[in-house]
C-alpha cells in the first residue's frame, strides 16, 4: 500500500532555529506540493514540484523558507530562521497530473506538526 | 478572499441524517475534487469531477458538478459517526494544475 511518509511527525524547536521537514513521494508520481495547515488559513499551498522542478513557491515566505526535491524520492522545507507564527501543521503531497483533464489528484502524508516556542 | 467556499462551516447531526455540504465560487473550473481529513491525519481524496452536471456516488456519498463548472455538492445519506471529519473541496482553475482548497467543512454525526 504505497503512502506518502514525512518525517518527523511532531517538531518542537525555539525561535530562530532551523527546522528541516523530509517527504518522501509515493513512486512514480510526478508532482509534489507542501502545504501549512492552520485554524485561521486553513490549507494553505507552498511549493509545488513538477518532475521535481519547482513551479510554484509564490505562496512561500522566501526569506526564511525554502523546498528542495535533490531526488526523486526526497523532498525537503526548511525554514530558518524559525518563528513562533511559523507554528503549524506542514503537509506534504504527492500526485499525478493529468494533463488531458487538467487537474492533480493528490495524495498527502500524515504532517508534521510544528510547534515553534 | 476565498476562491472557493464552503458552506455550512461547522455541522453537528445525528446518527441516521442526511447533509449536505456545499462549495461555491464565482470561477469557473476543469475539475473539482472532495477530500475528507480525519484528526490528527492528512487529506484523503474522495472523487474528482471533471464534466459539468456529473453526479458520482461513492456508498452513501452523492457528490455533484455544478452545469456552468463553479459550484459542487456532497450529500451524505443515513450519516454514521465513521463520516466525522473535516471535509474540504479543492478545484483546479483552466489552464493552472494547482489546486485550491476551501476551509472546509467540519462535520460531527453523534451516535
Known amino acids: 500500500d504505497a503512502r506518502v511518509t514525512q518525517t518527523p511527525r511532531h517538531k518542537v524547536t525555539e525561535m530562530g532555529q532551523e527546522v528541516t521537514m523530509r517527504c518522501q513521494p509515493i513512486l512514480g508520481h510526478n508532482t509534489v506540493f507542501w502545504y501549512r495547515q492552520t485554524m485561521m488559513q486553513g490549507l494553505e499551498l507552498l511549493a509545488y514540484?513538477?518532475?521535481?522542478?519547482?513551479?510554484?513557491d509564490s505562496g512561500m515566505p522566501k526569506d526564511r523558507f525554502s523546498a528542495e526535491m535533490p531526488d526523486a524520492t526526497l523532498a525537503t522545507l526548511k525554514i530558518q530562521p524559525s518563528e513562533p507564527r511559523d507554528s503549524a501543521v506542514y503537509f506534504c503531497a504527492s500526485g499525478l497530473l493529468w494533463t488531458s483533464g487538467g487537474y492533480n489528484e493528490q495524495f498527502f502524508g500524515p504532517g508534521t506538526r510544528l510547534t515553534v516556542l | 478572499t476565498q476562491l472557493l467556499e464552503q458552506s455550512p462551516q461547522f455541522l453537528s447531526i445525528q446518527e441516521g441524517e442526511n447533509l449536505t455540504v456545499y462549495c461555491n465560487s464565482s470561477s469557473v473550473f476543469s475539475s473539482l475534487q472532495w477530500y475528507r481529513q480525519e484528526p490528527g491525519e492528512g487529506p484523503v481524496l474522495l472523487v474528482t469531477?471533471?464534466?459539468?452536471?456529473e453526479v458520482k456516488k461513492l456508498k452513501r456519498l452523492t457528490f455533484q458538478f455544478g452545469d456552468a463548472r463553479k459550484d459542487s455538492s456532497l450529500h451524505i445519506t443515513a450519516a454514521q459517526p465513521g463520516d466525522t471529519g473535516l471535509y474540504l473541496c479543492a478545484g483546479g482553475l483552466w489552464g493552472s494544475y494547482i489546486p485550491t482548497f476551501g476551509r472546509g467543512t467540519s462535520l460531527i454525526v453523534h451516535p
Open positions: 469531477v471533471v464534466t459539468g452536471g
Open positions: 514540484f513538477r518532475n521535481r522542478a519547482p513551479l510554484d
